[in-house]
């Protein structure tokens, strides 16, 4: 019994400490480009996990809840760390992410909510996707090539509208998007996709 318990603690990984934490973002930003607020929310995510696996382990909870009090303490640090030398750049990932939801196709209320949902502060967004009807235009028109929708492809104009308007697109956007040839529509996309 005593054995089993050795070896039970044997096998939960020790607690994250902040060169733990400072190789899991090294890790997660050798992948993934990610905001201030994102590599916080993974950083976080790694102390939950060790949290869960120390409880079933049967770890005493003063020991679980004193290493998670010092390993949210580094969380800070380490995402200030990482910042200072360049790993992050929210502006960056912003402008980069906004540039290609718009060629996706993204509507600029859908890709202010995506950016948001990463991280990046409302007024950073807002100035890297200004209103502009044309670029909405365009927008919606990559939108519709995607879907198949007109003018690209075949189905009712009512369905259309419903999509470009789940898609975060305002109707007068919408309705001038359908009411394009096929030739006006490609040469907006392609003018989206050239930046």
């Not at 995402?79 to 906004?98: I, L, N, P």
Request: glycine fraction near 8%; charge should be positive.
């Amino acid at each position: 019994m005593q054995r089993h318990a050795r070896k039970a603690e044997k096998s939960l990984p020790k607690p994250p400490d902040e060169a733990a934490l400072r190789e899991t973002a090294l890790a997660h930003l050798a992948r993934f480009a990610a905001t201030e607020a994102g590599l916080s929310r993974v950083l976080s995510r790694r102390i939950d996990r060790w949290a869960r696996a120390a409880g079933e382990a049967g770890l005493a909870p003063e020991i679980i809840d004193s290493a998670l009090r010092a390993a949210r303490e580094a969380v800070p640090r380490v995402v200030a760390a990482m910042r200072g030398a360049g790993a992050v750049d929210d502006a960056a990932f912003a402008e980069s992410r906004a540039r290609r939801l718009i060629r996706q196709g993204k509507s600029r209320r859908a890709a202010l909510a995506h950016l948001a949902g990463k991280g990046v502060d409302a007024a950073l967004a807002a100035r890297l996707l200004p209103a502009d009807p044309a670029s909405d235009l365009a927008a919606a028109c990559a939108y519709l090539r995607r879907r198949r929708l007109p003018p690209f492809g075949q189905g009712g104009r009512d369905r259309a509208l419903a999509s470009l308007a789940r898609g975060g697109f305002s109707r007068d956007v919408a309705e001038r998007a359908l009411d394009l040839e096929q030739a006006q529509a490609e040469a907006l996309v392609e003018g989206l996709r050239r930046g």
